[in-house]
């Protein structure tokens, strides 16, 4: 999340809507939005874990949710996921989304 909050504007005027959504309790992810100076909205997927089982990262035995990063284009639809480690790296979203917008 600190890749996303300190690289913010390099998606700004791409139509663009960065936000977070944890498997962490609201409380929770309102502390960790101040840790990092979060400017994005942070959702909370706590209660039901439905978003993190819908879009496939809930690791169910764990009760937690594997990172990944989601590009979702005007339409609705899905144009570029990242997994793991490389969920934290901005540069496959913003080149995503640069993709997107010269459609």
Request: aromatic share 8%.
């Amino acid at each position: 999340m600190t890749a996303y909050q300190s690289g913010i504007a390099k998606f700004d005027g791409m139509d663009a809507q960065v936000f977070g959504v944890s498997t962490d309790n609201t409380p929770s992810l309102g502390v960790f939005a101040k840790q990092v100076g979060a400017s994005f909205p942070m959702l909370s997927d706590f209660a039901k874990r439905s978003v993190a089982k819908t879009y496939g990262v809930l690791m169910e035995e764990r009760g937690i949710a594997n990172r990944a990063t989601f590009v979702v284009d005007m339409d609705g639809k899905i144009a570029h996921i990242e997994e793991g480690s490389s969920a934290i790296d901005i540069s496959g979203a913003e080149m995503a989304c640069s993709r997107i917008r010269k459609k």
